[in-house]
């Protein structure tokens, strides 16, 4: 199975998300947990010799310290231009701006634009989907 990003500041919000990723069958050893944009930019980066390496699924939170969901967009977009790294991105936020979704949906790659709290039937059929 391909690995599946979680992006987001909120520690228990990841571990929650884990365990529910676990529930549903994905292996624990293909999930990683990222507290923010740039530790995940920084964990691209370590793969550009080896792009099939990262994930293929990215859960993202839009508002973060460090690098927020935004700029770590901005940045996945010149990386996917340089490396061809396309995942499947799913917004997940507690946002329920429209401005935020209409943005979020002019970026390549973004799945879906889900508000939190995420629970097993939505992940069950994001996991299904891409299977």
Known sequence: MNK????????????????????IGVNESNI?????????????QSYIN??????????????????DGWDFLKLHKLFKKKYNYNPKIYILTSSIDDKDYDHAMKFTNIEGYLTKPINEIVLTKIIDKKQ
Do not use: Q, S, W
Request: proline share 4%; net charge positive.
């Open 4 to 23: 599946i990003a979680i992006i987001d500041d909120n520690l228990v919000f990841r571990k929650v998300t884990k365990m529910l990723l676990k529930k």
């Open 32 to 44: 990683l947990l990222f507290k923010n944009g740039n530790e995940m930019y920084e964990f691209m």
């Open 50 to 67: 080896n792009i099939e390496g990262l994930p293929k699924t990215l859960f993202l939170d839009l508002n973060m310290p460090v690098m």
